[in-house]
Nanobody, 124 residues
């Protein structure tokens, strides 16, 4: 059984930083691309960032480029999202997800496994 567990969310002031972690069990992540998504209150879930299986290629939604960094440690079966210069608009529940392909995918519908999410709240 595949489980993804996010951690690292919390309350931070605008301009601050957080690092989210995603721990996987039941699946060796090194074969698959991984993504981070978020869902704000009353909003649809949106793509944030994804990394190719090797971590050699990453892709970001425009609103987080230059501020967020996705990374992975396949030896530890972990994926991370470093978030700098946070804005109130970044407030959302953040989810990590695993897709059954080694290449980057931005569509949430393609992802098979999801974590339970971690809340990130950015105050102004």
């Amino acid at each position: 059984q595949v489980q993804l567990v996010e951690s690292g969310g919390g309350l931070v002031q605008a301009g601050g930083s957080l690092r989210l972690s995603c721990a996987a069990s039941g699946r060796t992540l090194s074969t698959y691309a991984m993504g981070w998504f978020r869902q704000g209150s009353g909003k649809e879930r949106e793509f944030v960032a994804a990394t190719r299986w090797s971590g050699a290629f990453t892709f970001y939604t425009d609103s987080v480029k230059g501020r967020f960094t996705i990374s992975r440690d396949n030896a530890k079966n972990m994926v991370y999202l470093r978030m700098n210069s946070l804005k109130p608009d970044d407030t959302a529940v953040y989810y990590c997800a695993s897709v059954d392909t080694p290449v980057v995918v931005t569509s949430a519908a393609a992802y098979r496994y999801w974590g339970q999410g971690t809340q990130v709240t950015v105050s102004s």
